[in-house]
């Protein structure tokens, strides 16, 4: 079974970068799509990223567009979410996650369409 696994959050200044790691085990993680997911206090889960499971597609929300990128490393087994110029207004749990779906499947936004979450990782964008 896989599972997932977060690091690379912390406290970051406005402007400052950070980079998210997901780990997965258990399972070949080059099956999956995998996103990136995040929560603030009070707010829905909303998407912030997504790369297919061989990384040719990639996509991400306006929000993010421009300042975050995300790769992988299949051989790593590990997908990687690179965040530059962080503001205030980014400051979340963020979550990794894994679909697995047929081989036109690239991944998405909408958070249902996953199966398999990390246990987040805060991030706290404040000077």
């Known amino acids: 079974q896989l599972q997932l696994v977060e690091s690379g959050g912390g406290l970051v200044q406005p402007g400052g970068s950070l980079r998210l790691s997901c780990t997965g085990s258990?399972?070949?993680?080059?099956?999956?799509?995998i996103g990136w997911f995040r929560q603030a206090p009070g707010k829905e889960r909303e998407g912030v990223s997504y790369i297919s499971s061989r990384g040719g597609k990639t996509d991400y929300a306006d929000s993010v567009k421009g300042r975050f990128t995300i790769s992988r490393d299949n051989a790593k087994s590990t997908v990687y979410l690179q965040m530059n110029s962080l503001k205030p207004e980014d400051t979340a749990v963020y979550y990794c996650?894994?679909?697995?779906?047929?081989?036109?499947?690239?991944?998405?936004?909408?958070?249902?369409?996953?199966?398999?979450w990390g246990q987040g990782t805060q991030v706290t964008v404040s000077s």
């Open positions: 996650a894994a679909a697995m779906g047929n081989d036109a499947y690239t991944g998405s936004l909408r958070p249902y369409e996953y199966d398999t």
């Open positions: 258990g399972f070949t993680l080059h099956y999956f799509a």
